[in-house]
C-alpha cells in the first residue's frame, strides 16, 4: 500500500547551514524571526490584559547562553515571511499563521563585530511538532510575556514583543493595529504594521 502524503505536512529534520544564500543589504546580514504565542484558558475573557492570556514560546540558544525567540538568516529563495517560518519550524519546532511584520532592527551581533538587520513576525501556533530539527541542541518552554521579557537575552526582541502585546491589544479593543502607551522604541519606528 502507498501512501501520499502532503508537502506541507512534512518537515525536514535537518535545518538549512550556510551562508551562500544569505541576504545582505548595505553589509548588514539580514535575519528574521517569529514570536510564537498561543492564548490559554486562564484569562479572563472581558479582561482588557492581553497578557493575561497570552503564552509566548522562547527557545534556548545554541551556545546556551539565555533565551530568545526564533530568528535566523533571510535566504534569497525565500520572502520574508517564508523564512521566518522555516527558522521557527528548525528552532523551535511550531508552525502556524505567520502576522503582519512587527517591524525592523538594526543591532550589532555579540559574538561578530559586524551589523545585522532584524525582522520579526507573530505566529499564532496551530501545530507544535514532536520531532523537529534543532530538537537536539534547543529548549524550547512556553511562557507568560513577562517571564518572555525577564529571560529574553535581546533587547530588540523584547521590543517585538511589546509591539506584539499592544498590536493584540489593539485587535481586542476592536482598533486596527492599535498601539497602547510609549514603547521608546529604538528599531524602525514606522515598520509595517
Known amino acids: 500500500m502507498v501512501a501520499l502524503v502532503s508537502q506541507e505536512n512534512v518537515v525536514t529534520l535537518v535545518s538549512r547551514t550556510g551562508r551562500e544564500l544569505q541576504r545582505y543589504r548595505k553589509g548588514r546580514r539580514q535575519v528574521v524571526g517569529c514570536i510564537p504565542y498561543r492564548y490559554n484558558k486562564i484569562g479572563e475573557k472581558n479582561s482588557l490584559d492581553v497578557s493575561d492570556e497570552l503564552e509566548v514560546l522562547v527557545i534556548s540558544s545554541q551556545k546556551g547562553k539565555g533565551m530568545l525567540f526564533p530568528k535566523g538568516g533571510w535566504e534569497l529563495d525565500e520572502s520574508k515571511k517564508e523564512a ?22 538594526s543591532f550589532k551581533s555579540k559574538t561578530h563585530d559586524t551589523f545585522y538587520e532584524g525582522y520579526m513576525f507573530p505566529l499564532l501556533v496551530q501545530e507544535q511538532l ?18 518572555a521579557r525577564d529571560v529574553c537575552q535581546h533587547w530588540w526582541m523584547k521590543e517585538a514583543l511589546d509591539r506584539l502585546v499592544n498590536r493584540l491589544v489593539g485587535q481586542k479593543l476592536g482598533g486596527d493595529n492599535q498601539v497602547l502607551g510609549s514603547l521608546n522604541c529604538k528599531g524602525d519606528a514606522k515598520s509595517d504594521l
Open 84 to 105: 521566518a517560518l522555516r527558522e521557527t519550524i528548525e528552532e523551535a519546532g511550531v508552525r502556524g499563521i505567520v502576522g503582519g511584520k512587527l517591524g525592523k532592527w
Open 130 to 147: 514532536e520531532f523537529w530539527p534543532e530538537q537536539n541542541v534547543r529548549q524550547r518552554i512556553w511562557m507568560s510575556v513577562t517571564e
